[in-house]
């Protein structure tokens, strides 16, 4: 699927364009980050890296953190809350509970298990939880990142972990 899922009109055609930026900026940092052209290669080394250095089987290349570009988009805030943290003029994301994004997740095609018992522990906790993090690693959306609908949800959970 090439197109973000918008059946139950989660977003406006804005926001769909915003998510694609969003997609494509991280698109970017990945093939960047792993000198290659091909994405779903990308995807798949930085998922096989991630899920290695969770186990302490090595380190993985991070892409480049929230680029401003992202923060400044209007999507942003129906997505991600920021918050202060002890460090002087810093900030933080996570991902904001009332966002129409749980809808979106929960109205996927083929919703796998895994998602929806991130969406259920997400719901019950407002945060990404470790279990969560090592879950997403392990049994996420692995495969198919040619689906930009996979690389959204990769994307939002990846760029919210590195901007904590």
């Known amino acids: ?3 973000i899922y918008n059946d139950e009109n989660y977003w406006s055609q804005n926001d769909i364009s915003e998510l694609n930026e969003i997609v494509k900026i991280y698109d970017k940092s990945l093939k960047d980050a792993y000198g290659s052209s091909d994405l779903v290669k990308a ?3 930085y998922s096989y890296e991630f899920s290695n250095s969770l186990q302490g089987k090595g380190s993985f290349i991070a892409p480049q953190g929230m680029d401003i570009k992202i923060q400044n988009l209007k999507v942003f ?6 918050y202060s943290i002890s460090i002087p003029d810093s900030e933080s994301i996570n991902l904001y509970p009332e966002s129409p994004y749980f809808d979106y997740l929960n109205g996927l095609p083929n919703n796998s298990t895994f998602l ?6 997400f719901e019950n906790t407002n945060d990404i939880t470790p ?3 090592y ?3 392990d ?5 198919d990142y040619s689906n930009i609908n996979n690389r959204v949800v990769f994307a ?3 760029l919210t972990l590195m901007n904590r």
């Open 1 to 3: 699927m090439n197109t």
């Open 116 to 121: 929806k018992s991130y969406i259920e522990n």
């Open 156 to 158: 939002i959970h990846y």
């Open 131 to 133: 279990s969560m993090v």
């Open 43 to 45: 995807y798949s080394n």
């Open 77 to 82: 805030d129906k997505i991600w809350k920021k």
């Open 139 to 143: 049994n996420g959306i692995k495969g």
């Open 135 to 137: 879950g997403f690693a």
